[in-house]
């Protein structure tokens, strides 16, 4: 992976857009694909029943979570280690309304896998959006089109004609159902944080954000690279069981001053070869970024970061796109 050490980040080495590898088949290959072969048909059964039929029916939000667990359920994602900033273990209840995302906050979630936006969806029913680097408006989009933005190429900007809306505008619009945003605007490998959008920064100020991580074991059922639907679909349905590991911080509100001034523009460039403040500073000249913005976007990352164990890179979507260019180059001369 010699020829892809541009793509590493400069400051900490690590490379967020490389796939995790799989693990060898050994002497477990034959239980494996009996679980691939036995759990295909009831995953498309179930997928297929919950986005063409039960969606569409009066069965209520319990009804829509019960169905998303069911697809859930056929691959054993089934072990959840829930842990909540400030919360102790066997005292979520006390502080449930306090600690957890409510209906009128914003999810800020990490993005690695098709399986955060269904986890999400069965926990919290939301209204998910797409969110790309430099705009604070975001796309608003469907559950099913979560799932294939995990396998979607990187974009820098919504495609012509799509409809982006005020973040504000979809908390007021939705005020019965929590907002989340993927502020990284594309997946990675889980092993690092992205420079975070500029949509955060349309939230409003009295809306709580909660950074969310989320982490699995084993660690491959992450799509790193647009594409990858035959991968993934082995990876999650031939192994015996998998488990999510879920961090939830204590929410942050976008206190803005309206006093701050942007800071002056900078000539330098972002390039995977920068480190993260480097690209900051150029994002926030780009985009009018005020000090008090900055700092928000900061404590955001720091948390989702310090959840997942993991450290902020430099590397954002232009280098992803140009990771997969040159992956995609690579693999064609084999």
Not at 5 to 20: E, H, K, T, V
Not at 134 to 145: A, K
Not at 304 to 329: C, I, M, N, T
């Amino acid at each position: 992976m010699e020829k892809f050490s541009q793509f590493r980040d400069r400051g900490s080495g690590i490379a967020p857009f490389l796939p995790i590898p799989t693990e060898s088949l050994g002497i477990q290959a034959p239980l494996r694909i009996f679980l691939f072969c036995f759990r295909l048909p009831l995953f498309i059964f179930v997928t297929f029943a919950y986005f063409v039929i039960l969606q569409w029916l009066p069965i209520g939000s319990l009804g829509k979570k019960a169905a998303l667990w069911c697809i859930l359920g056929v691959p054993s994602i089934w072990w959840i280690d829930l842990q909540v900033d400030g919360v102790k273990k066997g005292s979520l209840s006390k502080h449930q309304n306090a600690r957890l995302p409510q209906p009128g906050s914003v999810i800020a979630s990490s993005f690695t896998s098709p399986i955060d936006a269904v986890y999400l969806a069965a926990i919290f029913d939301p209204v998910f959006t797409a969110s790309y680097p430099n705009t604070r408006q975001v796309e608003r989009i469907s559950l099913l089109q979560a799932v294939f933005r995990a396998f979607s190429a990187p974009s820098t900007q919504p495609e012509p004609g799509t409809k982006l809306v005020d973040v504000d505008a979809l908390v007021e619009k939705y005020p019965n159902r929590p907002i989340v945003i993927f502020p990284e605007c594309t997946t990675t490998n889980g092993r690092g944080i992205l420079p975070l959008s500029h949509a955060l920064l349309g939230v409003p100020s009295k809306t709580k954000v909660f950074p969310v991580s989320l982490r699995y074991t084993p660690v491959d059922v992450v799509t790193p690279l647009p594409g990858s639907y035959i991968s993934f679909l082995w990876t999650l349905l031939s192994k015996p069981t998998h488990g999510i590991r879920v961090r939830i911080a204590e929410c942050v509100l976008n206190t803005r001053s309206a006093v701050d001034a942007p800071p002056a523009r900078s000539t330098r460039q972002s390039t995977y070869n920068s480190n993260y403040l480097d690209t900051l500073e150029q994002d926030a000249a780009d985009g009018g970024v005020t000090a008090g913005e900055r700092a928000f976007l900061e404590n955001v990352g720091e948390s989702l970061a310090r959840l997942g164990r993991v450290k902020r890179v430099g590397l954002g979507v232009k280098e992803k796109q140009e990771f997969v260019r040159v992956w995609s180059k690579t693999r064609s001369t084999w």
